[in-house]
C-alpha cells in the first residue's frame, strides 16, 4: 500500500518521502559517452539539482583538455535545466561540500565496476560520512560503454556513432585525424 497523507489527496510524485538535494556526479568525461548523458539525464529527473564535476587530473594524458570536456558536456545537456557542469581538483568530499551536495551519484555497469566503485565509496564515506553515494545503472545498452573503449574504437578508425552524441562524435573524429597528422607529419 502506497503511503497516503491523513486529509490529503495522495499523488504519486516519483519522490514521495525523499529529501530533494543536490547530488554530484564526479568523474573524468574523456569524453563524455551515452551513458554518461544517459545517467545524467536519469539524476536530473531524481534530484533537484545536479552538479557534473569534471576532475583536472594532471596524472592522466587525456585525450580532451577539461575546459573542452565541460563545454561538450554543457552542449549535450543544455536541454536538462537544473544541470550544471563544472571542474574540481583536490578531494571530491570537499568540492561536493563546497558545491552544497548531499549525493554522489555514481554510474554502475558491470559487477567489474564494484570493486573500484566501493573503495572510492568507502573511502568518501570515512572522509564525510553525512555524503551519501547513490549508484544507478544506466540503461542496458550502455552496460559496456566506456570512454576508454570509445576512443580506442575511434583511433582504430571505426565510427562510434550512437555510443557519443554527434558533437563528442565530430570532435573524436577530428581529434582523431589530428593524432594521426602528428604522428605521420
Ligand atoms: O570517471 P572516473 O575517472 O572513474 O572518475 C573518478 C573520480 C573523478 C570520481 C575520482 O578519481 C575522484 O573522485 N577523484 C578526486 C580525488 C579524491 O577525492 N580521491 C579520494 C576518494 S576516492
Known amino acids: 500500500m502506497p503511503f497516503r497523507p491523513a486529509g490529503g489527496q495522495f499523488r504519486y510524485n516519483g519522490l514521495c518521502g525523499m529529501k530533494t538535494v543536490t547530488a554530484i556526479y564526479p568523474g573524468s ?5 551515452n551513458g554518461h548523458i544517459d545517467l545524467i539525464e536519469r539524476g536530473s529527473r531524481l534530484f533537484e539539482r545536479l552538479v557534473v564535476a569534471v576532475l583536472r587530473n594532471s596524472e592522466k594524458q587525456p585525450m580532451f583538455s577539461v575546459a573542452e570536456r565541460v563545454e561538450m558536456l554543457r552542449l549535450c545537456t543544455s536541454h536538462l535545466g537544473n544541470v550544471e557542469i563544472c571542474d574540481f581538483s583536490g578531494l571530491l568530499v570537499d568540492f561536493a561540500e563546497e558545491a552544497g551536495a548531499g549525493v554522489v551519484l555514481r554510474g554502475i555497469r558491470a559487477i567489474s565496476d564494484y570493486e573500484y566503485e566501493f573503495q572510492m565509496a568507502w573511502m568518501n564515506r570515512r572522509l564525510a560520512p553525512r555524503l551519501e553515494t547513490v549508484f ?8 559496456y560503454l566506456s570512454s576508454r573503449l570509445v576512443k580506442e574504437v575511434a583511433r582504430l578508425g571505426r565510427p562510434v556513432t550512437g555510443l557519443v552524441p554527434p558533437l563528442v562524435e565530430e570532435r573524436l573524429q577530428a581529434r ?9 607529419g
Open 29 to 33: 568525461f574523456d569524453p563524455a559517452t
Open 176 to 184: 582523431v585525424q589530428a593524432e594521426l597528422g602528428q604522428t605521420q
Open 136 to 143: 544507478m545503472m544506466p540503461g542496458e545498452a550502455y552496460s
